[in-house]
C-alpha cells in the first residue's frame, strides 16, 4: 500500500496552516494510503512567531505532524526541504490554505503506472468556481501528489523561480526524464486562497519573469521565439487592464539580462506539444468534433491555451465562427475549463477532466 507525505511551506499564517491542519486532521485516515506512515511536514519559512511551538505532534486522525524550521524564507525551495525529510511514495503538496476534501487518495495513487511522475486534483475554491492554471500536464502546486522518486530524481522545484510557474519547470523536468503527467476529478481539495501577502504587481511580475525562464529552457528552437512573443503579449494586456504596466517593464527588463544564463533542457517535439498541451487537444477534441462531422465552431470562455485550441482546429480545416451552433471552450488550463462548463454545459471541452486520470 502507498504511503503519503503532506508537505505544506508556510510564512507568517499560523491561523491559516491551524485551519488546513483541521481539515486535514477530519479526513478518514483510511482514505490515505498506509495509515501508519501517513505524515504532514510543515516547512516554516523564517516566520516571525516560529509555527513548530504551537503544533501538535499528530493531528486528530492520527496522521504525524514534523515540524522544520528555516531561519531565512526561502520560498518554494521550503517545499524541496519537506520533501528531503519526508517518507512517503508520494508527496501530496498543500498550500497553507489548502486541503483534500474528498477522494480515496491512498487508491488514486496506488493504482497509477509507474510511468506517472505526478497527478494534480479538482482545486476548488471556497469563494466558489475552480482554481484556475495548470495545464494537461502541469499540475498545480495546492493540490497535487507527486512520486517522491520522481521529485528527487529531476531535482524537485528550482529555488531561482522563488514563487508562481514553479510547477512548469518541474512537470517539464519530470516529461523530459519520461515520466507522465495527469489529472484526476477522483482527488478533490479545497484552497481558501487567503489574500493575505498576495501584491498583483509582484504577482504579474514574477509570472512574466518565470514563465519566460520555462520557455526558454524547454521550448524547441523552432517554436520558441512564437511562444515567447505570445506569452509576453499576453501578460502585456493584463498589465495594461490591471494597471501594472511597471511590475511588466521591471520583468521584461530582468528577462533580459537573464535568458541567456538559463540552462537549455530542450524537449523534443512531442514532449513539447504534451507540455503546451498541443498533444491533449489533438488526441481529444479534434476526434470528437471530426467523429460528429462538426466543420465550424465558436469559441467560448477563451483563456490560457486558445491558440493552441486555434491552431489545431485549423490544421484540421474546421473553422472558428461565431455564429456556429457547435461551442469549443477556449482554454486548456483544467479549473478554467470546469468553470467554462459550469456556465455552458454543451460547450466541448478541449481535453477530457474526469475522475479517471487524464493521459
Not at 460547450?347 to 477530457?352: G, T
Amino acid at each position: 500500500m502507498t504511503s503519503i507525505s503532506f508537505v505544506i511551506p508556510t510564512h507568517n499564517r499560523t491561523d491559516d496552516v491551524h485551519k488546513t491542519m483541521d481539515v486535514l486532521g477530519r479526513y478518514p485516515i483510511e482514505l490515505l494510503g498506509d495509515a501508519q506512515r501517513v505524515e504532514l511536514i510543515v516547512v516554516d519559512n523564517a516566520s516571525d512567531t516560529p509555527v513548530g511551538r504551537v503544533l501538535p505532534s499528530a493531528l486528530a486522525n492520527g496522521i504525524s505532524v514534523q515540524s522544520i524550521r528555516l531561519e531565512t524564507n526561502i520560498a518554494t525551495k521550503a517545499r524541496n526541504i519537506g520533501v528531503e525529510h519526508a517518507s512517503g511514495d508520494w508527496i501530496v503538496m498543500l498550500d497553507d490554505d489548502s486541503a483534500p476534501i474528498e477522494g480515496d487518495l491512498g487508491k488514486v495513487l496506488t493504482s497509477l503506472p509507474e510511468a506517472v511522475g505526478a497527478i494534480g486534483g479538482e482545486i476548488r475554491l471556497s469563494s466558489g468556481g475552480y482554481e484556475a492554471g495548470g495545464l494537461p500536464e502541469v499540475v498545480i502546486g495546492c493540490g497535487c501528489a507527486i512520486r517522491r522518486e520522481a521529485y528527487l530524481q529531476v531535482g524537485g522545484y528550482d529555488e531561482s523561480f522563488g514563487y508562481y510557474a514553479e510547477e512548469y519547470d518541474l512537470c517539464a523536468k519530470l516529461i523530459g526524464a519520461g515520466y507522465h503527467v495527469g489529472h484526476s476529478r477522483a482527488m478533490v481539495f479545497e484552497h481558501r486562497k487567503v489574500l493575505q501577502g498576495r501584491n498583483f504587481s509582484e504577482i504579474l511580475y514574477r509570472l512574466v519573469r518565470n514563465n519566460a525562464w520555462v520557455l526558454t529552457r524547454y521550448a524547441p528552437v523552432g517554436v520558441k521565439d512564437a511562444v515567447l512573443s505570445e506569452m509576453f503579449d499576453r501578460y502585456q494586456q493584463i498589465a495594461i487592464k490591471e494597471g501594472v504596466e511597471p511590475a511588466f517593464d521591471r520583468a521584461i527588463g530582468e528577462v533580459h539580462g537573464t535568458l541567456e544564463t538559463q540552462p537549455i533542457r530542450t524537449l523534443s517535439e512531442t514532449q513539447w506539444e504534451r507540455f503546451s498541451g498541443a498533444a491533449a487537444v489533438r488526441a481529444h477534441l479534434i476526434p470528437r468534433l471530426q467523429s460528429e462531422h462538426i466543420q465550424t465552431v465558436r469559441i467560448v470562455a477563451p483563456g490560457k491555451g486558445l491558440d493552441i485550441i486555434e491552431h489545431e482546429l485549423a490544421r484540421v480545416g474546421i473553422q472558428i465562427n461565431d455564429e456556429s451552433a457547435h461551442l469549443v471552450i477556449g482554454t486548456i488550463s483544467p479549473g478554467s475549463m470546469l468553470n467554462a462548463k459550469c456556465v455552458r454545459g454543451d460547450a466541448i471541452s478541449a481535453w477530457l477532466f474526469g475522475t479517471e486520470m487524464s493521459l
